[in-house]
């Protein structure tokens, strides 16, 4: 009799346990089933599937098998001791749930190692009054998540950008990356477990309130600029963004940001090199105007300009290059600006420029391409000769009044004479000699060697009349009017006298 029940217990038991691995045999749950001396008695696909296993045998017939075959880790990397071991904490009667474990392999492949994550469930299976009688491990495959985890943790650790990630649920900080420490001068320890409130990152930010609303309802927080403390007094400007994310499952804000200081600091730099820009080109006494490279047209003049040529700014600026009445024509115009478009710039081009009253002023400009506030603009530099020019014509004048023949001047004075004229231009040649008689250049050389006409008709036996007659023809085969002309023009060709033949008297 009681052996017939003692069966009819155990046939109930094994129903029992079929039709639990029928109901569980599909689920996407992984499922071990343990007895109670501790024996793996059946595992779902599911389960096998989580272990990298082929059959029940590979993952362990019992609780010393399965600590030898798998390396199980918490999430801290910390080991797990023999009795930490879930199926053992079941053994001890012990259920548990939402323990996260990463299991490996032993001995495991160095090269290409497998893991997985577990969350595991551990349940005390009990009879009708309450005893144990089997134990079910849920394992629940986490692998996709934390490893996604980890490659955002990575990335987010190896991101230059600097960024900070506050849990939404107290706002406190929970994460930050290397950028942000190097930008801040920060800790870790002191940012991490600190809240919003502490160390606020939309310090001054334009549109806080909103900002902030955006953060309690875990809202994206568009870009705006804002002001950091740093732990060693001071602050710095920062463009913040917050993009709401989830970090373990729970609601987060990552806050990234760019440094403003560099930028402010250019910026800072530009302005004060444009104002002593601004500055110098006020204040330079010599004529200067700004046009933009694209079509000439005047940004701006300074005084000198104005007082030089008569226009004041308002009269010339936002005029283009042939709306400005200051070319004597338009081919001088068309010349600076070929000359720009060529080179980019040029040096003392010599030009006739007009004023505002009129008159008519020899210059010397000089240009030169600049970037202002992204724009190419040229920089044009008027140097005014007028005065000078007129001087040296002055000076050619007096010297011609007053020499009635070259015993007056020495060589070097006619050769300086003929480089006021016609400067850079002392040496020409023979260039024209070859028009000249060998009488008239003998007669040539004795005028450039200081000689008069009564000497030159001693020195030639000729009479005077065929002397002024040769002095006549010199002129005009050389286009001078004026005996120093006519040395002058000798001397610019390098005749001077000597290179005439034997001048001794000759039949007439």
């Known amino acids: 009799m009681g052996s017939g029940i003692d069966d009819e217990a155990i046939l109930t038991a094994q129903t029992d346990r079929r039709q639990l691995q029928e109901i569980v045999a599909g689920l996407g749950e992984g499922i071990l089933l343990i007895d109670l001396s501790g024996e793996i008695v059946w595992a779902n696909q599911q ?6 296993a082929k059959d029940l045998s590979e993952i362990g017939p019992a609780a010393f098998d399965y600590r030898k075959r798998f390396l199980l880790k918490y999430r801290n990397n910390h080991t797990l001791t023999s009795d930490q071991y879930p199926i053992d904490r079941l053994l001890a009667g012990e259920a548990f749930e939402d323990v996260t474990v990463e299991v490996t392999k032993l001995p495991g492949d160095e090269e290409n190692p497998w893991r997985c994550f577990h969350l595991l469930r551990g349940i005390v299976l009990t009879d009708i009054k309450g005893k144990p009688e089997s134990y079910a491990l849920v394992v629940q495959d986490m692998t996709e998540r934390f490893t996604a985890e980890e490659r955002f943790e990575r990335t987010f650790n190896a991101n230059p950008a600097p960024a ?18 190097e930008m801040t001068g920060y800790a870790a320890a002191d940012l991490i477990g600190r809240s919003t409130y502490e ?26 600029e804002a002001t950091l403390k740093l732990p060693q007094g001071g602050s710095k400007f920062v463009i913040v963004a917050g993009q709401p994310i989830e970090v373990g499952e729970e609601a987060c804000m990552l806050f990234t940001f760019m440094d403003l200081e560099p930028r402010k600091k250019a910026e800072d730099a530009l302005r004060q ?21 694209e079509d000439y047209r005047v940004l701006d003049v300074n005084d000198a300009f104005t007082s030089v040529l008569g226009y004041a700014e308002e009269e010339a600026a936002g005029r283009t290059g042939p709306e400005l009445p200051i070319w004597m024509s338009g081919a001088s115009r068309r010349q600076v600006e070929r000359e720009i478009e060529r080179a980019g710039g040029f040096r003392d081009m010599e030009i006739q420029l ?13 240009a030169e391409t600049v970037l202002i506030h992204g724009q190419e603009c040229v920089l044009i530099v008027i140097q005014d000769i007028t005065e000078r020019k007129r001087s040296e014509v002055e000076l050619i004048a007096a010297i011609e009044a007053v020499m009635q023949d070259t015993s007056w001047f020495s060589r070097t004075v006619i050769e300086k004479l003929a480089n006021l004229r016609h400067p850079g231009q002392s040496n020409k040649g023979a260039s024209g000699l070859s028009d000249l008689t060998a009488r008239e250049k003998d007669v040539l050389g004795l005028m450039c060697q200081g000689l008069s006409d009564a000497d030159i008709v001693k020195k030639l036996g000729l009479t005077r009349n065929t002397v002024r007659n040769h002095v006549a023809r010199i002129y005009n085969k050389t286009g001078v009017h004026s005996r120093t002309a006519a040395v002058v023009w000798a001397r610019e060709r390098g005749f001077t006298g000597a290179e005439s033949r034997n001048t001794s008297r000759r039949p007439l």
């Open 164 to 181: 900070i990630i506050c849990r939404l649920s107290d706002l406190r900080y929970v994460k930050v990356n290397q950028g942000f420490l």
């Open 199 to 224: 160390i606020d990152v939309l310090e001054g930010a334009a549109g806080k309130d909103e900002a902030i609303a955006c953060l309690r309802e875990g809202k994206t927080i568009p870009q705006t």
């Open 273 to 293: 090199s444009e104002e002593r820009f601004a500055r110098s080109f006020r204040l330079t006494p010599v004529p200067t105007l700004l046009v933009t490279r």
């Open 47 to 52: 389960a096998l599937f989580l272990h990298d």
């Open 354 to 366: 007009r004023t505002k009253q009129d008159e008519i002023l020899d210059c010397l400009l000089s």
